[in-house]
């Protein structure tokens, strides 16, 4: 169906920078929202950040002003720039796909989660 592959991630200093990608590849059809969740060790997984097919985005209160998601249609590929990481930043960073893929009975939806890249912040 559709599989997604995550890169970016590592350990990097408090008020450093990261760029996340994940790459959406498979029998695509179309693509409708792309977005990063977190979760943190001893926490639930949380919203960081999605794009949907229109461009509009929408961000955690925690993140907003320092990280931008944006997307290459073209590509099937989002991307997160994380910019002043903070200490509680730090945890396992996922990918998350919603759309349509195509297969010999037609094109049903899918939602797909990528395997997660760590990212840590910390002195």
């Known amino acids: 169906q559709v599989q997604l592959v995550e890169s970016g991630g590592g350990l990097v200093q408090p008020g450093g920078s990261l760029r996340l990608s994940c790459a959406a590849s498979?029998?695509?059809?179309?693509?409708?929202?792309m977005g990063w969740y977190r979760q943190a060790p001893g926490k639930q997984r949380e919203l960081v950040a999605n794009?949907?097919?229109?461009?509009?985005?929408q961000y955690a209160d925690s993140v907003k002003g320092r990280f931008t998601i944006s997307r290459d249609t073209a590509k099937n590929t989002v991307f997160l720039q994380m910019n002043s990481l903070k200490p509680e930043d730090t945890g396992v960073y996922y990918c998350?796909?919603?759309?349509?893929?195509?297969?010999?009975?037609?094109?049903?939806?899918?939602?797909?989660w990528g395997q997660g890249t760590q990212v840590t912040v910390s002195s």
């Open positions: 998350n796909v919603d759309g349509r893929y195509s297969n010999s009975k037609g094109i049903p939806l899918f939602g797909s």
């Open positions: 498979g029998s695509i059809f179309s693509i409708n929202g």
């Open positions: 794009i949907n097919s229109g461009g509009r985005t």
